[in-house]
């Protein structure tokens, strides 16, 4: 199973990386759950066209009980991806961080993995504070390899290495590492040189470069990633290459075992 958590700068596109890339393992065959673990819980909308699903925390507030049944907290999206969000506490009341931790025991006590059994898991982490709850994907040993999101911009990058720093603090305890960082553009001056510089500052590979495309924002107007809307587009080959990277690494390390 390839277990990937994407981390970013809040607002940097980490959501539309992540939901493009579960949709290009679903066309590729692959069976792919894709957990929102951020309050605004918008992570799947474009897999599920446009339309916001319940986040776990809603449901347990709003009920005032624990889901019995795993379809009470998800829905089948583009291509059959398995769409969860966490959520968060009502705005000004308690701990976004703790309901990602409370969601994932909740997960585990529904036995999500073993009955779902999917190839993919895909977590779409807010970046902006790694500790807590938003550290549990890397730090509990859900996710194997960390995405990390980032543009030229000089907070991107702030947030991309305040992520580095904390998974590497985990490195010793066989918990997630990083795989690579997805150059996500906005046309930014030297964006790339700059994005290459810190990332061999900090040996970190550059696996994935999404360019500024209107034809991303088109798409997610009507609902839909850009797999959806033109699987054959340039853009959506990027989302691929960037898939079958992750795919290949995950099976050349099977092996090695």
Not at 112 to 136: H, I, M
Not at 159 to 183: C, H, K, P, Q
Not at 239 to 245: D, G, I, Q
Request: aromatic share 8%; with cysteine; glycine share 10%.
């Amino acid at each position: 199973m390839l277990k990937v958590a994407v981390y970013g700068k809040g607002g940097i596109g980490k959501s539309t990386v992540t939901s493009n890339l579960a949709a290009a393992f679903a066309a590729m065959g692959k069976r792919v759950i894709q957990i929102g673990c951020d309050p605004k819980a918008d992570s799947t909308i474009n897999l599920l066209g446009g339309e916001p699903l319940r986040p776990v925390m809603n449901y347990m507030r709003e009920e005032d009980e624990e889901p019995e049944k795993l379809e009470d907290i998800s829905k089948e999206g583009f291509g059959g991806v398995l769409c969860i969000e966490t959520g968060g506490p009502t705005p000004g009341l308690g701990c976004a961080g703790r309901g990602i931790i409370a969601t994932f025991q909740l997960l585990e006590d529904l036995k999500l993995f073993e009955t779902w059994k999917p190839d993919v898991v895909l977590y779409d982490v807010l970046g902006d504070v790694v500790c807590g709850g938003f550290a549990a994907p890397i730090r509990e040993g859900y996710a194997e390899k960390v995405l990390i999101v980032t543009s030229g911009e000089k907070m991107a990058l702030y947030a991309a290495n305040n992520i580095s720093s904390a998974v590497r603090n985990f490195e010793d305890r066989s918990y997630a590492r990083i795989f690579g960082i997805v150059l996500n553009h906005r046309n930014v001056e030297n964006e790339t040189e700059k994005v290459n510089a810190f990332a061999e500052k900090n040996n970190i590979p550059v696996v994935g470069e999404i360019p500024r495309s209107d034809e991303i924002i088109r798409w997610e107007d009507q609902g839909k990633t850009v797999i959806e809307g033109d699987e054959n587009s340039e853009i959506s080959e990027k989302f691929f290459e960037l898939a079958r990277k992750l795919l290949e690494i995950e099976e050349t390390e099977k092996e090695d075992i």
